[in-house]
Each structure stands twice: as structure tokens, then as C-alpha cells.
């Protein structure tokens, strides 16, 4: 997408456009170009030409756009980074636990979903956080920019996971589990390792009582 | 007590009685130098001799020994000093997920017991970890020479818990609720602060954008 020939009122228009996509029920795969113009109170021929602009996948005819990549390409071509948002991977009690803990947003940070393969799991919420299917994981990381991935499963699937989040368009990890991430030059990993922490507390203690 | 006059038998005699004590079913509220002394395969004379060295709690005729003021007294001259292990308090999301996590055998760490005071978490227990009632805090602590205590109760209960930890001589906390507790000078305080860890990763992301 050349984005340099884009006109400004086209670009003021495009967050416009996809925030009312991303308002529109899950069930809404298709919409057309009339429907979008209607909804905004735009002109039809304006809301093809500036979704053009952005999107390279063009609204089919009697079909209309793809709702889910009509978002990715938008959220895309507006270079769209939370950093103030995480998304968490693995909802068993460690992921639970910080769902529900509620110290994050004194750090103006939140976690905005979690992701797990469980379909016990998948749908429903814990602490406000919805917790979705694992394969939206890309999907939802690129429509809403995304950025840090928190890691909270056993070291055994934490590699495989740390690789899809990259796939995904996430550039911080924040790994719970104990593995050890291989990872791409210039992608952040912040390993929080409780049981360092505790032995750390326990060699101090000894320290202390050596003095 | 002087513990210079101590004969070595009996010094080599003493834990053998203290982890017989731990042995005894909680229900056992009183034991007679004549029960240790046949468990135990010793000398009543012996045993009686060896107990009033440790403990100025004599056994009181037809009564016999207070089973729990003689662990905490044994334990106490013994100068038990526990710095592997650590006690829990506040089993919520939090600490159940601390409970249940299996990293710190890795480094050499673990935790020994919890404490609630829900009717209906005491007496369970998660990743065989038994949760007991917050009022048996001190005995526990003291009895097993535990100074390492874990809070993961809300900021609001994190002060008084910890004052309850140093009175039952506990002298490293683990502090995960968001609260700056006060303790005097010689405690170690390790804060986790999840939220801090978060932001300072979000803060991270930034630089690099920035670069």
C-alpha cells in the first residue's frame, strides 16, 4: 500500500471505519460498501474509494468486504500499537490469577483478552477478560495493535506459543512459564521467574543470619 | 535456658523427640514421658531428664506434656531454621496458583503450608499443599523454624498479615499485594509487583520504537 498518496480526509475517515467494523456482532462476515456508507452517513462511491486506498482485498460483488480482513488491513495500514495493552495465553490458575488482579490499571496497563484451547474455557470471562479461541489469537493481536503477550502454560508448550505470538505480530513476551524462549533479535522478553525470586529471598536470608 | 550444660545424648536425643511429636495425630493434645519413652524404645527416667533440659514446661503429673508447647519448645532450643521452605497467606487466585505451580522444587524452594481464614478453604488443600487456619499461623511457623511467609491477600489485609508473620517469626516476606508494608529494620521485603513488571515492559517497547 502506498500510503504517501492518500488524501487527509481519507485518513481522518479510516479509524472511523474501523471502529464501527469492530463494533459489528462476531456473526457479521461479510458487509457491503452501501451498508458501511448508510451506517456512517457517507457516500457510497467515497467509502469504496477510501477503503480502497487502504485494503488491497476490494469488496466482492453481492458479497461485499470480509469483515475480519477489511480490520486486519485497516489496523495495518494505520500502524496501530497499544503498549499499554497485553494479551495473556494459557487460562489455568497462574493465567486466572492475573485476570483477576485488578493492580494492573494503577499502571495505566490492562490485559484486553486471554486465549486458551479449552473449550470449556473459550467464551467465557474471568476478571471482565473474555477469554477467546487460541486460533483468533492473530486476528485479534493485529485488529487492535497489539503488542505484548503474556505467557502463563507449562514450559513444555511455551515455545510453540512464544512462536505463534511473534507470528501474530507481538514483539514483548512476558513468559510465567520456566522455559527458556528463543527468540528473534530485537523481540523482549521479560522472564518473570517465581522461583528465582524465592530462592533469591532465601539466599538473602542466610546471608543475613552469616553476617 | 542454658544450653551449655547440655549433655551430647541428649542434644542427639532431642530432634528424634521433636519429630516424634510432628508424628502424633493433630487430636493429641497431651502425651506422658511413659508414651515417648516406649515409642520411642527409651529410658522413662531418661526421657523426662532429656525433655526438662529443652523445656521449662514440665509435664504435669497425670496429665502429662502439652504435645504443642513442647514442639514449639523443642523446636525453639533446637534453633530450627527453615530457609527452604516458605508458609502462604491468602489462598485466592493468587495463591492457589502459587500453590499449585511446580517450579520451585526446581530451585530447592518450596512452600510448606497455607493459611485462610475461609471455613471452607481450611482443611482442603491444593498442589498437596494442606491450607490451615490462620489462627494455627504461629505454632506452625514456630514449630518448624519457617521464616519465609508469602502474601497474596488484597492490599487492604496485606499490613496486618504481615505483623502477624513477624510476631510468629517469620523474618523475609514475599509481598504480592500492591500494599508498602512497614517492617522493622532487618526484615527482607521482596515486592512483586506485577503491575510494575507490566509497565516497565510496555516502557521497554517504547524505547525501542523509539530508537
Redesign the interface.
Same mark, same amino acid.
Given at each position: 500500500m502506498d500510503k504517501s498518496n492518500i488524501s487527509k480526509p481519507t485518513l481522518r475517515r479510516l479509524p472511523v471505519y474501523l471502529n464501527y467494523l469492530k463494533s459489528l456482532p462476531a456473526e457479521t462476515r461479510t458487509i457491503s460498501a452501501t451498508s458501511v456508507a448508510a451506517a456512517l452517513g457517507l457516500n457510497e462511491v467515497q467509502v469504496r474509494k477510501d477503503l480502497s486506498a487502504a485494503s488491497k482485498n476490494g469488496g466482492k460483488p453481492k458479497m461485499g468486504y470480509d469483515v475480519e480482513q477489511l480490520k486486519l488491513d485497516l489496523a495495518e495500514f494505520l500502524g496501530y500499537?497499544d503498549?499499554?495493552s497485553?494479551i495473556l495465553i494459557g487460562v489455568?490458575?497462574?493465567g486466572?490469577?492475573?485476570l483477576?488482579?485488578n493492580? +494492573?490499571e494503577?499502571?495505566?496497563?490492562h490485559i484486553t483478552a486471554a486465549f486458551d484451547n479449552d473449550p470449556n474455557k473459550i467464551g467465557t470471562s474471568i476478571g471482565g477478560v473474555a477469554i477467546y479461541d487460541i486460533r483468533e489469537l492473530e486476528s485479534f493481536c493485529r485488529t487492535h495493535g497489539i503488542?505484548?503477550g503474556i505467557i502463563t502454560t507449562s514450559p513444555a508448550e511455551a515455545q510453540a506459543l512464544c512462536d505463534k505470538m511473534l507470528k501474530s505480530g507481538l514483539?514483548?513476551i512476558?513468559n510465567f512459564s520456566?522455559a527458556h524462549l528463543e527468540v528473534p533479535e530485537?523481540v523482549?522478553v521479560?522472564n518473570?521467574?517465581?522461583?528465582?525470586?524465592?530462592?533469591?529471598?532465601?539466599h538473602?536470608?542466610?546471608e543475613? +543470619?552469616n553476617k
Open positions: 500499537r503498549t499499554k497485553a489455568g490458575r497462574l486466572g490469577a492475573l483477576s488482579f493492580g +494492573f494503577e499502571c495505566g496497563m503488542l505484548i514483539c514483548a512476558w520456566t530485537g523482549i521479560h518473570e521467574n517465581l522461583a528465582v525470586s524465592l530462592a533469591m529471598i532465601s538473602a536470608l542466610e543475613q +543470619f
